[in-house]
């Protein structure tokens, strides 16, 4: 077993506890979606950039997309896994990482993904220039023009699925909004236990577009269709009439 650990690129052995995976014993897509945060994290922590440092920037990294491929067949519960990111690309207002997790041999892929990253004022709530004592340590190449990632499919049906949640304080992260990955959950649950059982996604685009903060009351739609590549669930989480985040998610039958 082998660990990249470079400028650009960073790996690390994580082995799958309980709590990040179902009642299937796999892992869910939230979770797989903190272990990507996790690791960019460790990236940053190996480079001199630990919270603190960053945080006196008087900013937080944001992701604001993910467009990518999950693997029907996926580890286990107590599995060993290797999680990786690179540092692509950036330009003064974005940075375009790209995240996989492999078994330890890097023989089977479960996940690739490409994230867009933007830095955000903790205190305005706004967009910020990135600070380049902050990307220039990655050593990715500077671009006037990131590459577009996909865009999730809008939900057409007139009456889709929906059902509401209530944000709860643990919902909060230590950027005093909900966590990325915490919307996947919101998105996805409506589909219930069964349709989640007897089903793997392999397919992921979900684009955020708002901040979901404390307090509030979030509605999860979905509408279910059949396109060229198969079966596909379409997702609109809102608040009020708010579009906070989008998404579209491509499943297989599970074996």
């Given amino acids: ?11 690390m052995l994580h082995q799958l506890t309980y709590y990040e995976c179902d009642d299937t014993g796999h892992p869910t897509m939230s979770k797989m979606l903190s272990m990507m945060t996790m690791v960019s994290d460790a990236h940053c922590i190996a480079l001199g950039m630990d919270t603190a440092t960053i945080q006196q920037t008087g900013g937080a990294w944001v992701i604001t997309e993910y467009d990518g491929e999950v693997a029907a067949e996926q580890p286990r519960f107590g599995d060993q896994v290797i999680l990786g990111t690179r540092a692509i690309a950036y330009n003064r207002f974005f940075a375009l990482r790209e995240f996989w997790m492999t078994d330890p041999n890097h023989e089977k892929r479960y996940l690739h993904l490409r994230a867009t990253f933007v830095f955000m004022n903790l205190e305005k709530r706004r967009l910020m220039s990135i600070p380049k004592q902050l990307i220039e340590p990655f050593g990715s190449p500077v671009q006037k023009r990131l590459p577009r990632l996909a865009s999730p499919a809008a939900i057409t049906s ?7 949640y209530q944000v709860r304080y643990f919902d909060i992260d230590v950027n005093h909004h909900v966590n990325n990955a915490r919307y996947l959950d919101w998105l996805l649950d409506p589909l219930g236990g069964q349709f989640l059982r007897t089903h793997r996604p392999v397919r992921l ?4 577009q708002h901040e979901v903060r404390e307090n509030t009351t979030v509605t999860s739609q ?9 079966l596909a669930s379409r997702h ?19 074996r």
């Fill in 1 to 11: 077993m082998e660990l990249k650990q470079e400028k650009q690129t960073y790996e």
């Fill in 158 to 164: 007139a009456d889709p699925v929906s059902k509401k």
């Fill in 205 to 208: 685009v979900i684009k955020y």
């Fill in 222 to 230: 979905y509408q279910l269709v059949e396109n060229d590549d198969g």
């Fill in 236 to 254: 609109t989480l809102l608040v009020g009439d708010q579009v906070c985040a989008t998404a579209e998610i491509g499943w297989v039958t599970a």
